[in-house]
C-alpha cells in the first residue's frame, strides 16, 4: 500500500496567521482526501481532492477557510486560512488505493 | 446515510485481561468495508484490519480477533492479554461508495488505557 509522508508533524502558531500541510505520497493515486481531529474527537472529512479537479467538500467546511491544492497525482496541500483558536486539531491526509486507506502522520497544530 | 457506533467511550483493564470493544455500523449498501485503526498517543493512525461485507469469517491476528456479524451489523474487535502498549484510542469505520468514490466515515473511537 502507499505510503503518505506528511509535514510539519507539528506546529504552533499565531491566530490569524495560515499554515500550510504537504503530503507526499510515494505512488500515484487518484483520490486523497483531508481530515480534522478536534481534541478528543473522532476524524472527520473536511474534502476530497482529485487531481486536476477542484475539491469537494464536505458540509461546515469551505474552501476559503480549507484550501486544498491537488497538482498532480502524488502530491496534495491542505492551508488552515485565517487561524483561530478552535482550529487547533490534529489533520491527517489519506489516500485510498482500491479499498484500502493509507494515512499521513498527522500534524497537530496549535493556534496561540 | 452510513454511520459507525462505538458505544464505548474509554475502557481501562489492568495488564493480561481480554478486551473486546465493540462496533456497529448501520448502510444502506450491500457493498462495504470495515476497518479497525489505531491510534496510540503520537497521533499517527495504525491500520489493523478490512473486512469486506462479504467475508463474514472470523479473523485471528496475534492477540487480536474480529467478530463481524453482519445479522446484528457489528464489527467488534478483541485483544487477548492486554499490554500497557495497547493502550491507544480505537477506531472502527465504514467505507461505501458515495458518488463513484468511497468515503470513510469513522466512529468517535475508544480509549483504552492497559495499566501495568
Known amino acids: 500500500s502507499a505510503v503518505i509522508s506528511q509535514k510539519p508533524s507539528r506546529d504552533i502558531c499565531q491566530r490569524g496567521t495560515s499554515l500550510t500541510i504537504q503530503c507526499q505520497v510515494d505512488?500515484?493515486?487518484?483520490?486523497m482526501f483531508w481530515y480534522r481531529q478536534q481534541p478528543g474527537q473522532s476524524l472527520t472529512l473536511i474534502a476530497t481532492a482529485n487531481q486536476g479537479s477542484e475539491a469537494t467538500y464536505e458540509s461546515g467546511f469551505v474552501i476559503d477557510k480549507f484550501p486544498i491544492s491537488r497538482p498532480n497525482l502524488t502530491f496534495s496541500t491542505l492551508t488552515v486560512s485565517n487561524m483561530s483558536p478552535e482550529d487547533s486539531s490534529i489533520y491527517l491526509c489519506?489516500?485510498?488505493?482500491?479499498?484500502?486507506?493509507?494515512f499521513g502522520s498527522g500534524t497537530r497544530l496549535t493556534v496561540v | 446515510a452510513q454511520k459507525v457506533t462505538q458505544a464505548q467511550t474509554e475502557i481501562s483493564v489492568v495488564e493480561k485481561e481480554d478486551v473486546t470493544l465493540d462496533c456497529v455500523y448501520e448502510?444502506?449498501?450491500?457493498?462495504?468495508?470495515l476497518f479497525w485503526y489505531k491510534q496510540p498517543p503520537s497521533g499517527e493512525l495504525v491500520f489493523l484490519i478490512r473486512r469486506n461485507s462479504f467475508d463474514e469469517q472470523n479473523e485471528i491476528s496475534g492477540r487480536y480477533s474480529w467478530n463481524f456479524q453482519k445479522s446484528t451489523s457489528s464489527f467488534n474487535f478483541t485483544i487477548t492479554a492486554s499490554q500497557v502498549v495497547d493502550s491507544a484510542v480505537y477506531f472502527c469505520a465504514l467505507s461505501e461508495r458515495n458518488s463513484g468514490y468511497s468515503t470513510l466515515t469513522f466512529g468517535k473511537g475508544t480509549m483504552l488505557l492497559v495499566s501495568p
Open positions: 505512488s500515484q493515486v487518484t483520490m
Open positions: 489519506s489516500a485510498i488505493q482500491g479499498h484500502g486507506y493509507t
Open positions: 448502510t444502506r449498501d450491500t457493498t462495504y468495508y
